[in-house]
């Protein structure tokens, strides 16, 4: 039925409860179900026919079973609301498609001559539309004086809604009794005769008492359902919220996906470039080797044949750095040996140029995960996507047993003590002793770019990037703040802290832990600059360095300074401050020990390896559970005086005390 601008209150009602939800039909003998859903007898009776007295059937609507009753589904409880609304309705309605309400006692009008005029009374206990005249009379007999006679005015709804409240309830055992009576014993609404055949004795009370009280109470009721309806509809809005996100994060992660893949063939097809290069440089070697003179001296001799068995070891067994790294002495001593060859016919020596497979290729073959990276699913706010395993070169072997690789790439000068180096998308920013500056260089040619300066910053002392936010977090010690800055140099918040702060690192998550050398503590911020814990360190835990909260239950720490007893990377109780374990001891420059670990990073991909900058001793420890792993850089690889450590991907970034910053490339530090 089409719902009208101007229907009344009794159409919409009829419209909105006297439908069946199986048939679509007016009801027909409506039973209702514990769960309080009406269905037509008839319908029910078909949708339930396979059920016997006792199982256990579902309602259509919400699925809630109940227990198919003993005399069948004729015996469950009648819907006499919706059948009064039926009558009402039917009230309110023309008969027998006239156009006209006619009298239902003497078949006219209300004038009670014509049949024009709709009738306009109606006598509730009769349950009969009546004209003017027979109004009148049915006033004048004795019996009828106490009935109740309302106007069938149209429109009225607040007569309807009186008149559907007040409208007589019959009995369920005596039909032609009104129920006036609620048995509190036995919870049913009874007549007087019911009372005096089987309740008399219990406790009873009117009708309408017991109907107003239980109308307050679900009327609360209701009230909290409304309140439970609009948080599910927040609720709703959040899901479609998060649908649009899911949408748009696997759009992000297809297009990740494509350019990892892009970039590795890349990689490949780079590599295996240079393989044909070098190929095509050892024939030409090779080719003037066999056109060399051999029949010199027995010392030339053997001085070509150590220097063959070095270059075939060499071009068989060695690495691309390595390869890299002596080229030039080999092109010096083959030249070398070629000009004292004394001028007689050479005699024809056969070389054969084998290509090996990468080891890594087979290594690929059988490793489970994704050359591509793997997909994972977590909170609005974390990555994605891993990152991709990047390309090994085996080469030294680790203190227990793991192999380490790095290359040496190149060296970005500078001037000024470095305090903080962080990667944000294709830069490297950089920030400098007693410097409000903040200098940007190109991640791909490590060519300076552009400097900006932050307002309002004074005596900073460390920097950390955040890839949750893309933004820049620098401490300045004097003003006692944390900065906020967006990749383009622009200011987007500053937060005002109660002590100096020293250190800083960001987590995953976003969140921003603080190290207070002065105060002895720690404290984690969110991105909003909101404080979300705090830390008082052990007292013997003396010059503490940068921080990370980890799993919301412990704190990593790096302490220690030139003179003091202790120079540690601790794990503590992130809620009493126990020290749980650590790595290093007392100052010093034994394998495990550290003098001064002035820095720390987290390895990328992994749950408990770190990087430590060891400052005196001039390497890198790289640790895992608090136990060396090997040293990763030492001063053999020309690193000095290590102030500030930074990894992205492969790259390690190694700012030393003389403001230049060394990069090397390290495969297998992130492998377990």
Request: proline letters at 3%; aromatic letters at 6%.
């Given at each position: 039925?089409?719902?009208?601008?101007?229907?009344?209150?009794?159409?919409?009602?009829?419209?909105?409860?006297?439908?069946?939800?199986?048939?679509c039909?007016?009801?027909?003998?409506?039973?209702?179900?514990?769960?309080?859903?009406?269905?037509?007898?008839?319908?029910?009776?078909?949708?339930?026919?396979n059920?016997?007295?006792?199982?256990?059937?579902s309602?259509?609507?919400?699925r809630?079973?109940?227990?198919?009753?003993d005399?069948?589904?004729?015996?469950?409880?009648?819907?006499?609301?919706?059948?009064?609304?039926?009558e009402l309705?039917?009230?309110?309605?023309?008969?027998?498609?006239?156009?006209?309400?006619?009298?239902?006692?003497?078949?006219?009008?209300?004038?009670?001559?014509?049949?024009?005029?709709?009738?306009?009374?109606?006598?509730?206990?009769?349950r009969?539309?009546?004209?003017?005249?027979?109004?009148?009379?049915?006033?004048?007999f004795?019996?009828?004086?106490?009935?109740?006679?309302?106007?069938?005015?149209p429109?009225?709804?607040?007569?309807?809604?009186?008149?559907?409240?007040?409208?007589?309830?019959?009995?369920?055992?005596?039909?032609?009794?009104?129920?006036?009576?609620?048995?509190?014993?036995?919870?049913?609404?009874?007549?007087?005769?019911?009372?005096?055949?089987?309740?008399?004795?219990?406790?009873?009370?009117?009708?309408?008492?017991?109907?107003?009280?239980e109308?307050?109470?679900?009327?609360?009721?209701?009230?909290?359902?409304?309140?439970?309806?609009?948080?599910?509809?927040?609720?709703e809005?959040?899901?479609?919220?998060?649908?649009?996100?899911?949408?748009?994060?696997?759009?992000?992660?297809?297009?990740?996906?494509?350019?990892?893949?892009?970039?590795?063939?890349?990689?490949?097809?780079?590599?295996?470039?240079?393989?044909?290069?070098?190929?095509?440089?050892?024939?030409?070697?090779?080719?003037?080797?066999?056109?060399?003179k051999?029949?010199?001296?027995?010392?030339?001799?053997?001085?070509?044949?150590?220097?063959?068995?070095?270059?075939?070891?060499?071009?068989?067994?060695?690495?691309?750095?390595?390869?890299?790294?002596?080229?030039?002495?080999t092109h010096?001593?083959?030249?070398?040996?070629?000009?004292i060859?004394?001028?007689?016919?050479?005699?024809?020596?056969?070389?054969?140029?084998?290509?090996?497979?990468?080891?890594?290729?087979?290594?690929?073959?059988?490793?489970?995960?994704n050359?591509?990276g793997?997909?994972?699913?977590?909170?609005?706010?974390?990555?994605?996507?891993k990152?991709?395993?990047?390309?090994?070169?085996?080469e030294?072997?680790?203190?227990?047993?793991?192999?380490?690789?790095?290359?040496?790439?190149?060296?970005?000068?500078?001037?000024?003590?470095?305090?903080?180096?962080?990667?944000?998308?294709?830069?490297?920013?950089?920030?400098?002793?007693?410097?409000?500056?903040?200098d940007?260089?190109?991640?791909?040619?490590?060519?300076?770019?552009?400097?900006?300066?932050?307002?309002?910053?004074?005596?900073?002392?460390?920097?950390?990037?955040?890839?949750?936010?893309?933004?820049?977090?620098?401490?300045?010690?004097?003003?006692?703040?944390?900065?906020?800055i967006?990749?383009?140099?622009?200011?987007?918040?500053?937060?005002?802290?109660?002590?100096?702060?020293?250190?800083?690192?960001?987590?995953?998550?976003?969140?921003?832990?603080?190290?207070?050398?002065e105060?002895?503590c720690?404290?984690?911020?969110?991105?909003?600059?909101?404080?979300?814990?705090?830390?008082?360190l052990?007292d013997?835990?003396?010059?503490?360095?940068?921080?990370?909260?980890?799993?919301?239950?412990?704190?990593?720490?790096?302490?220690?300074?030139?003179?003091?007893?202790?120079h540690?990377?601790?794990?503590?109780?992130?809620?009493?401050?126990?020290?749980?374990?650590?790595?290093?001891?007392?100052?010093?420059?034994?394998?495990?020990?550290?003098?001064?670990?002035?820095?720390?990073?987290?390895?990328?991909?992994?749950?408990?390896?770190?990087?430590?900058a060891?400052?005196?001793?001039?390497?890198?420890?790289?640790?895992e559970?608090?136990?060396?792993?090997?040293?990763?850089?030492?001063?053999?690889?020309?690193?000095?005086?290590?102030?500030?450590?930074?990894m992205?991907?492969?790259?390690?970034?190694?700012?030393?005390?003389?403001?230049?910053?060394?990069?090397?490339?390290?495969?297998?530090?992130?492998?377990?």
């Amino acid at each position: 039925m089409a719902e009208q601008a101007n229907d009344t209150f009794v159409e919409k009602a009829f419209r909105e409860l006297a439908e069946c939800s199986i048939c679509c039909d007016i009801f027909d003998e409506p039973k209702m179900l514990p769960c309080l859903h009406s269905f037509c007898l008839k319908c029910l009776s078909s949708y339930g026919k396979n059920k016997n007295p006792g199982d256990m059937l579902s309602c259509p609507i919400c699925r809630l079973e109940f227990a198919v009753p003993d005399g069948g589904y004729s015996t469950l409880r009648g819907n006499f609301f919706v059948n009064r609304i039926k009558e009402l309705y039917k009230t309110t309605q023309s008969s027998g498609g006239q156009m006209v309400l006619l009298c239902e006692v003497c078949g006219l009008g209300n004038d009670g001559e014509t049949r024009i005029k709709d009738v306009e009374n109606f006598c509730v206990e009769c349950r009969q539309k009546m004209c003017s005249k027979c109004c009148t009379l049915h006033r004048q007999f004795a019996i009828c004086r106490t009935h109740q006679i309302v106007p069938l005015s149209p429109g009225n709804d607040s007569l309807m809604k009186d008149l559907l409240k007040e409208r007589m309830s019959p009995c369920e055992v005596h039909p032609s009794e009104k129920v006036q009576l609620y048995c509190v014993n036995c919870k049913s609404a009874i007549c007087l005769l019911c009372y005096a055949l089987k309740h008399n004795g219990h406790q009873c009370d009117s009708i309408e008492t017991v109907a107003e009280k239980e109308r307050q109470c679900i009327n609360q009721e209701l009230e909290e359902i409304l309140k439970r309806i609009e948080e599910i509809k927040k609720q709703e809005n959040s899901v479609e919220l998060l649908k649009s996100n899911l949408i748009r994060s696997i759009g992000v992660a297809e297009s990740s996906i494509q350019n990892t893949a892009t970039e590795m063939i890349n990689v490949i097809a780079n590599h295996r470039d240079r393989v044909i290069d070098d190929l095509n440089l050892k024939k030409q070697l090779k080719e003037k080797e066999l056109n060399a003179k051999t029949d010199e001296l027995q010392t030339i001799r053997i001085k070509m044949e150590s220097f063959y068995q070095f270059s075939k070891m060499l071009m068989d067994n060695g690495n691309h750095a390595e390869v890299a790294k002596l080229s030039d002495d080999t092109h010096q001593k083959a030249k070398n040996l070629q000009e004292i060859l004394v001028s007689k016919n050479p005699t024809k020596q056969e070389f054969e140029i084998n290509f090996r497979k990468s080891e890594f290729l087979m290594k690929l073959k059988k490793e489970p995960k994704n050359l591509v990276g793997d997909l994972t699913i977590g909170i609005p706010g974390t990555e994605a996507l891993k990152k991709s395993p990047s390309l090994p070169n085996q080469e030294s072997k680790a203190q227990q047993g793991r192999t380490v690789t790095k290359l040496f790439l190149t060296k970005i000068q500078g001037t000024g003590c470095i305090l903080g180096i962080s990667v944000l998308g294709s830069q490297i920013f950089v920030s400098r002793l007693r410097s409000s500056n903040v200098d940007i260089f190109c991640l791909t040619s490590y060519k300076k770019l552009r400097t900006f300066a932050v307002q309002g910053l004074q005596d900073p002392s460390d920097m950390a990037s955040c890839s949750v936010s893309n933004c820049l977090y620098i401490n300045g010690q004097e003003d006692r703040c944390i900065y906020k800055i967006g990749s383009n140099g622009k200011l987007l918040d500053c937060w005002k802290v109660q002590d100096k702060p020293f250190r800083l690192s960001v987590d995953s998550s976003g969140c921003v832990t603080v190290t207070f050398r002065e105060a002895l503590c720690l404290r984690v911020y969110g991105m909003n600059g909101s404080s979300l814990k705090s830390l008082k360190l052990p007292d013997d835990m003396k010059s503490p360095r940068n921080a990370f909260y980890i799993d919301g239950n412990k704190f990593v720490v790096c302490h220690g300074e030139l003179g003091e007893p202790l120079h540690r990377v601790c794990e503590l109780d992130a809620l009493k401050g126990h020290i749980i374990q650590w790595y290093g001891g007392a100052e010093g420059s034994g394998p495990t020990l550290i003098n001064v670990p002035v820095h720390m990073i987290r390895v990328p991909n992994t749950v408990n390896k770190y990087l430590v900058a060891d400052l005196n001793n001039h390497r890198v420890h790289l640790i895992e559970n608090f136990q060396l792993i090997t040293h990763i850089l030492t001063d053999k690889d020309g690193v000095k005086l290590v102030r500030k450590l930074e990894m992205h991907n492969d790259l390690l970034f190694v700012a030393q005390d003389d403001g230049c910053i060394q990069v090397f490339r390290v495969f297998n530090v992130d492998l377990d």
